[in-house]
């Protein structure tokens, strides 16, 4: 794409927040692997190149480098970290381990007031994380900033367009460091600022219609924000070309198919299927306690479902799925390697699997957005508030929120002590903090006492968690009047819970759901 900017991927975990302050900035921005060919990128047409850091030392054989002619096109760059080092290593310039590895906030003073630093005062906050640093000046560079620790924590090559900085302008610790982008971007490489959800909408609106043609498109709907947005988008493009399917499978939260179909075909208008297979998906799990084996047992229900209703519609030549960016990178991704992923913990199950099957063609509008990008287009296209900022919901609902064997009657006891849950989170202002909030229904009995009589009735586990992107995520630490009422009204209101317990673990060691 013209006025884009491409990102080498040299392995720096902040790879993919580098991308995404570029289009903050309004200017699209792609990662490819650092050994991307230079015919390769040409094609890209790339209006600015950015290296990224990385974990690797220049002084050990083996590590990763690009094309040195990527550095001779002309095409400005900024090299960040250890891509900073290497722009060093190619001209000439010397790069040395240091003893100590400097990491978290520094004082930079910056020697100049123009390009990368303009509009910006000589003293600003930098998050470092590096061990080598630049310690001679390549032929023909100046150094722009300094720190107590290094010399050169900044230099520019202005003829060739090279610039470099130590530290990561991309994590939020760097605060001024958006805008040292801001300034690579438009005082430097004079890009355009055209990356807005509106141009996005339009492109995609524009590409799905020359695709589909006048064939049909089917889509599974969840009434997650991913497959919402999905839907409201291609109901945009090609209208009732669109099929949509949600599948009640028993497993959601109370009232969730009633109201998908509410907002999906009462008020949008969109073609949509709602196939109430709850029984089918209850009866395959009856007895069933080993977590892996209810996703598996719900994946694959799931596809015969979809397929069985697929075929009703006709003939379909494509499948509409909401892959994101982050999918799609971490396949390449330096850090992540290629050799395969890493141990399974839990299988996730989606939709991956239908268009091998059925022999469908794919369309994936968000294959290049990342999931604050489809939140904004949801926005712009008037999606409500409360499908765009909806919790992650696994595909799997409530049978791995259920510990032990899943039954109507404990599915019934969940829904109601997870409607109490969301409505007090919401009520307290926590539901945007939070990541995930839900309850768990235990396969333990505890002893109560209500009225004069002992109770002897089920356990439910709270649990609320914040998180970046569910990789890591950390419990929260929720008001004890919050905690109070939520236990409360649970133990009140739904007939068989007698207790409420609060989960304080993190991920790592834990993870977010129980099973
Ligand atoms: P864990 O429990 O692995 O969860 O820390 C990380 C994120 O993934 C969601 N999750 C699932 N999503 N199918 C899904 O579609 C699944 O089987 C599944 N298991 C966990 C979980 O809710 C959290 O957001």
């Given at each position: 794409?013209?006025?884009?900017?491409?990102?080498?991927?040299?392995?720096?975990?902040y790879?993919?927040?580098?991308?995404?302050?570029?289009?903050?900035?309004?200017v699209?921005?792609?990662?490819?692997?650092?050994n991307?060919?230079?015919?390769?990128?040409?094609?890209?047409?790339?209006?600015a190149?950015i290296?990224?850091g990385?974990?690797?030392?220049?002084?050990?054989?083996?590590?990763?480098?690009?094309?040195?002619?990527?550095?001779?096109?002309?095409?400005?760059?900024?090299?960040i970290?250890?891509g900073?080092?290497?722009?060093?290593?190619?001209?000439?310039?010397?790069?040395?381990?240091s003893?100590?590895?400097?990491y978290?906030k520094a004082?930079?003073?910056?020697?100049?007031?123009?390009?990368?630093?303009?509009?910006?005062?000589?003293n600003?906050?930098?998050?470092?994380?590096?061990?080598?640093?630049?310690?001679?000046?390549?032929?023909?560079?100046?150094?722009?900033?300094?720190?107590?620790?290094?010399?050169?924590?900044?230099f520019?090559?202005?003829?060739?367009?090279?610039?470099?900085?130590?530290?990561?302008?991309?994590?939020?610790?760097?605060?001024?460091?958006?805008?040292?982008?801001?300034?690579f971007l438009?005082?430097?490489?004079?890009?355009?600022k055209?990356?807005?959800?509106?141009?996005?909408?339009?492109h995609?609106?524009?590409?799905?219609?020359?695709?589909?043609?006048?064939?049909?498109?089917i889509?599974?709907?969840?009434?997650?924000?991913?497959s919402?947005?999905l839907?409201?988008?291609?109901?945009?493009?090609?209208?009732?070309?669109?099929?949509?399917?949600?599948?009640?499978?028993?497993?959601?939260?109370?009232?969730?198919?009633?109201?998908?179909?509410?907002?999906?075909?009462?008020?949008?208008?969109?073609?949509?299927?709602?196939?109430?297979?709850?029984?089918?998906?209850?009866?395959?799990?009856?007895?069933?306690?080993?977590?892996?084996?209810?996703?598996?047992?719900?994946?694959h229900e799931?596809?015969?479902?979809?397929?069985?209703e697929a075929?009703?519609i006709?003939?379909?030549?494509?499948?509409?799925?909401?892959t994101?960016?982050?999918?799609?990178i971490?396949?390449?991704?330096?850090h992540?390697?290629?050799?395969?992923?890493?141990?399974?913990?839990?299988?996730h199950h989606?939709?991956?699997?239908?268009?091998?099957?059925m022999?469908?063609?794919?369309i994936?509008?968000?294959?290049?957005l990342?999931?604050?990008?489809?939140?904004?287009i949801?926005i712009?296209?008037?999606?409500?508030?409360?499908i765009?900022?909806r919790?992650?919901?696994?595909?799997?609902?409530?049978?791995?929120?259920?510990?032990?064997?899943?039954?109507?009657?404990?599915i019934?006891i969940?829904?109601?002590a997870?409607t109490?849950?969301?409505?007090?989170?919401?009520?307290?202002?926590?539901?945007?903090?939070?990541?995930?909030?839900?309850?768990?229904?235990?396969?333990?009995?505890?002893?109560g006492?209500?009225?004069?009589?002992?109770?002897?009735?089920?356990?439910?586990?709270?649990?609320?968690?914040t998180?970046?992107?569910?990789?890591t995520?950390?419990w929260?630490?929720l008001?004890?009047?919050?905690?109070?009422?939520?236990?409360?009204?649970?133990?009140?209101?739904v007939?068989?819970?007698?207790?409420?317990?609060?989960?304080?673990?993190?991920?790592?060691?834990?993870?977010?759901?129980?099973?």
């Open positions: 794409m013209e006025n884009s900017v491409i990102i080498l991927d040299f392995g720096s975990q790879t993919q927040l580098i991308a995404r302050r570029v289009r903050e900035c309004n699209y921005s792609e990662i490819v692997p650092y991307i060919s230079c015919r390769e990128l040409l094609n890209k047409k790339p209006k190149i290296f990224s990385g974990p690797s030392s220049l002084s050990k054989k083996n590590v990763p480098l690009c094309d040195k002619k990527i550095t001779q096109l002309g095409i400005p760059i900024l090299g970290c250890y900073m080092q290497l722009l060093a290593r190619f001209n000439q310039g010397k790069v040395s381990a003893p100590i590895r400097e978290g004082s930079l003073q910056t020697r100049k007031k123009d390009g990368l630093f303009a509009n910006l005062s000589s600003l906050i930098v998050w470092m994380s590096h061990t080598d640093k630049v310690s001679k000046l390549p032929l023909g560079f100046e150094a722009i900033a300094f720190t107590q620790n290094s010399s050169i924590a900044a520019k090559n202005k003829e060739k367009k090279l610039y470099g900085v130590q530290f990561h302008p991309e994590v939020v610790h760097t605060p001024k460091g958006k805008k040292i982008i801001h300034n438009y005082k430097i490489a004079d890009c355009k055209n990356w807005t959800m509106k141009s996005v909408i339009k995609s609106i524009s590409s799905i219609r020359k695709q589909v043609a006048d064939k049909k498109v889509c599974a709907l969840s009434g997650g924000v991913d919402s947005v839907a409201i988008l291609l109901h945009k493009a090609i209208g009732h070309q669109l099929h949509c399917i949600f599948v009640n499978n028993g497993l959601l939260r109370k009232d969730e198919g009633e109201k998908v179909v509410k907002t999906f075909k009462t008020h949008y208008n969109i073609n949509l299927k709602y196939i109430r297979a709850e029984k089918r998906f209850l009866k395959r799990l009856k007895g069933i306690i080993d977590p892996e084996k209810k996703r598996k047992i719900i994946g799931f596809i015969q479902v979809f397929q069985e075929k009703k006709g003939p379909v030549n494509f499948l509409a799925q909401g994101l960016y982050p999918d799609v971490e396949s390449y991704s330096a992540s390697g290629k050799s395969g992923p890493s141990a399974t913990i839990k299988s989606n939709v991956g699997g239908l268009p091998k099957k022999k469908l063609t794919l994936e509008p968000f294959r290049n990342f999931k604050d990008e489809v939140r904004e949801g712009t296209l008037n999606l409500p508030q409360e765009i900022w919790h992650p919901f696994p595909g799997p609902g409530l049978a791995i929120r259920i510990i032990g064997s899943v039954s109507p009657e404990r019934k969940l829904q109601a997870d109490i849950v969301i409505e007090e989170i919401k009520k307290a202002g926590f539901y945007k903090k939070t990541w995930q909030a839900f309850a768990v229904l235990l396969p333990i009995k505890s002893v006492v209500m009225g004069d009589a002992r109770t002897y009735e089920n356990v439910i586990a709270l649990r609320a968690v998180s970046l992107d569910g990789m995520a950390d929260v630490k008001p004890y009047d919050l905690l109070g009422k939520i236990s409360n009204r649970i133990i009140n209101q007939k068989g819970v007698n207790r409420i317990v609060y989960d304080i673990s993190s991920k790592p060691p834990s993870t977010i759901e129980w099973e």
